[in-house]
């Protein structure tokens, strides 16, 4: 990957307007230059990692700076920009631009019935799928694609965030461009697969238990260990070993731990489009086994008439990753599929008006808030460890979550 130099910030000129959000990597904040912009006129959303509390057990930190180098190696309309970096012996922190329309979870639940129509999915997955082909362009598979993971920016157009999970693999064809993997992935992938050892181990349990039941004598033939299966299909690339993503997204691949690669992004899409069409996931059940058990067997049920949206679903949630929708040519395939007809992929960003805008006043509401409830950053984590006494702190009363005027499309 190619990285650009970033900026470097200076955290005691930065003021924390409110917490957008809270991750196991860090505390992403509004922020704004009290140098440079005193007004906050043009406020950035800053992750704020704080060292003492990264996980050695997923080195966390080295996690923390995989994500700066993705960001800074991005150049997409779909993707962020990084505006700067800092660190000193307690914080690291990254600046990108703020999105001021929240993210998709958000959004559906301002819908009526809490679903988006099918204009809605096509134009939200047209531009999540231009996102993840440029991604895999760079070797990048991104594995953490949800909702809470797709911002809207100002303009209306997505934005994907949040890359501590992503990794590099070697492309499956040998006449692609491409290089080997980062050795600092290769350092979080080794933690992975051995932190993961016991929980993988459970999960096989899970998985022989369930193929007792005659429907799923299949699952069971397929059930060969990570270190010693080989599967043709993959055998001219690279996969990864290691159990990573969000429990209802997470690829019958993972689950198996069979060794996974590019296509678990294109099985997360077919997630994000079924939720985005229904309001729920295809597989959560009532716990983590038995919606990994789901994840592994059942098939996704579909209501009414078959349409090229419930096809495209379909395609991207096959269960065998080889069969699966955008497998062979990536996002070539899934960009020819009917669902898309008539779609000007190349047009995609000259879109004026997309589904929902955040509205401009959204401006002048930052700009109170810094007033109001604005904190020096160190002062915050301060009082995250002083008694409950403290006044309260950016996280409660200041955090709220802009509720969306939305601009139908």
């Known amino acids: 990957m190619m990285e650009k130099t970033s900026p470097e910030l ?3 000129k930065l003021r924390a307007i409110k917490v957008l959000g809270r991750g196991a990597m860090g505390t992403v904040f509004l922020v704004h230059d009290q140098t440079t912009d005193p007004d906050a006129i043009n406020p950035f959303a800053l992750k704020v990692v704080e060292k003492s509390t990264l996980s050695s057990k ?21 993707l962020p920009t990084l505006l700067g970096t800092l660190e000193t012996d307690e914080y690291m922190g990254w600046a990108v631009p703020y999105c001021p329309g929240g993210d998709l979870n958000v959004l559906r639940y301002h819908q009526t019935d809490h679903v988006f129509s099918p204009t809605v999915i096509r134009f939200y997955v047209a531009e999540i799928v231009c996102a993840l082909e440029y991604l895999h362009s760079l070797n990048i598979v991104y594995r953490d694609l949800k909702p809470e993971n797709v911002l809207i920016q100002q303009s209306g157009h997505i934005v994907l965030t949040d890359f501590d999970l992503s990794r590099t693999l070697k492309p499956r064809s040998a006449g ?32 022989s238990v369930a193929t007792e039941v005659a429907m799923l004598k299949k699952v069971k033939s397929a059930r060969v260990s990570p270190v010693s299966r080989k599967r043709p299909s993959f055998s001219n690339g ?29 099985w997360a899409l077919g997630i994000f ?8 996931t295809p597989f959560r059940g009532k716990n983590r086994k038995e919606t990994f058990r789901n ?11 078959r349409t090229a949206l419930t096809d495209l679903i379909e395609r991207l949630l096959e269960k065998d990753p080889t069969k699966r929708l955008g497998y062979g040519y990536g996002a070539v395939e899934i960009k020819k599929h009917p669902f898309f ?21 959204e401006g002048e509401k930052v700009t109170e808030q810094r007033t109001e409830c604005g904190t020096d950053i160190r002062e915050y984590y301060r009082n995250l460890r002083s008694p409950p006494s403290i006044p309260p702190s950016p996280s409660s009363e200041c955090r709220d979550r802009v509720d969306l005027p939305l601009a139908e499309f």
């Open 238 to 266: 690279e996969r990864s070993n290691s159990f990573v993503g969000t429990e209802e997204y997470v690829s019958p691949e993972v689950v198996r731990g069979d060794g996974h690669e590019f296509a678990v992004d294109w």
């Open 176 to 207: 692609s461009a491409g290089s080997s993997p980062d050795p600092a992935v290769l350092e979080i992938e080794a933690a992975e697969v051995k932190s993961n050892a016991k929980h993988r181990r459970n999960l096989t349990r899970l998985i």
């Open 341 to 361: 007809k008539g779609l000007r992929w190349d047009l995609l960003t000259e879109v004026l008006r997309p589904p929902f805008l955040a509205l401009r006043e």
């Open 58 to 78: 997923f080195d966390g930190e080295r996690r923390a700076r995989w994500e700066v180098s993705v960001l800074s190696s991005l150049n997409n309309p779909f």
């Open 273 to 280: 489009t079924y939720e985005m069409m229904y309001g729920t």
């Open 10 to 12: 200076d955290l005691d």
């Open 295 to 305: 994840v592994v067997t059942k098939p996704p049920e579909f209501v009414g008439k």
